[in-house]
């Protein structure tokens, strides 16, 4: 069983566009993640979430905008795409439980914008 | 604030070469440590732990130590393979537990 999944594996859109990217766990854990990794592998958190509610929320463009319908789903969505949101985005969870945390990560989704 | 430094890759190895892959943090309090693993083309994936001063975490052959009075939790192997070719993350975890800060990665090649 997959523990932590993300559709799509791949994402090649134009720049303006409208994008949607999709996070699942099974793991039963209360807290999840959206991070960016760039070019040159730099991995930088964008949200996180608690229970449906948004705890962290770095700098990032408000065209990102994060959806949790559930604990167990943590969607982001992108509007008016631009050329340097071209990157990683993985997806991860824990359970909030202590500074002993580890996260699991999902696949992560490639996101190329022309 | 807290934050994690790690050495700058990339790495390239011989097979059965020695690793070391330094980190050390800033936090106040006593964070926990980890070291993530990335290969190509894949998530990352937890490599080991501690949660607390000189435990060491340990998996595959890999080895860190938590060193509160150096700050560091440097990776060590004492043979490298192959297949251990890949991105390795050093991370801290505050207190507050819904916070993690990565380091900015290392890259290892080993050549056979």
């Known amino acids: 069983d997959t523990a932590v999944s993300q559709t799509p594996k791949y994402l090649v859109t134009q720049m303006g566009n409208d994008k949607s990217i999709k996070c699942e766990q099974n793991?039963?854990?209360?807290?999840m993640y959206w991070y960016k990794q760039d070019s040159k592998k730099f991995l930088k958190i964008m949200f996180s979430?608690?229970?449906?509610?948004?705890?962290i929320n770095e700098t990032v463009p408000n065209r990102f905008s994060p959806k949790s319908p559930d604990k167990a789903h943590l969607n982001l969505h992108i509007n008016s795409l631009e050329l340097g949101d071209s990157a990683v985005y993985f997806c991860?969870?824990?359970?909030?439980?202590?500074?002993?945390?580890?996260?699991?990560f999902g696949p992560g989704t490639r996101l190329t914008v022309l | 604030g807290d934050s994690v430094t790690q050495m700058e890759g990339p790495v390239t190895l011989s097979e059965e070469a020695f690793l070391t892959i330094n980190c050390t943090y800033t936090?106040?309090?006593?964070?926990?440590l980890f070291w993530y693993v990335q290969y190509p083309g894949e998530g990352l994936q937890l490599l080991l732990k501690?949660?607390?001063?000189?435990d060491k975490g340990s998996n595959k052959g890999f080895e860190a130590t938590y060193r509160k009075e150096t700050t560091s939790f440097h990776l060590e192997k004492g043979s490298v393979q192959v297949s251990d070719s890949a991105v390795y993350f050093c991370?801290?975890?505050?207190?507050?537990?819904?916070?993690?800060?990565f380091g900015t990665g290392t890259s290892l090649t080993v050549i056979p």
């Open positions: 979430y608690n229970n449906k509610e948004l705890i």
């Open positions: 991860a969870s824990s359970q909030v439980s202590g500074s002993w945390d580890e996260q699991f």
């Open positions: 936090a106040t309090g006593y964070p926990s």
């Open positions: 991370a801290l975890s505050a207190n507050t537990g819904n916070q993690f800060y």
């Open positions: 793991l039963g854990h209360d807290t």
């Open positions: 501690a949660t607390k001063a000189d």
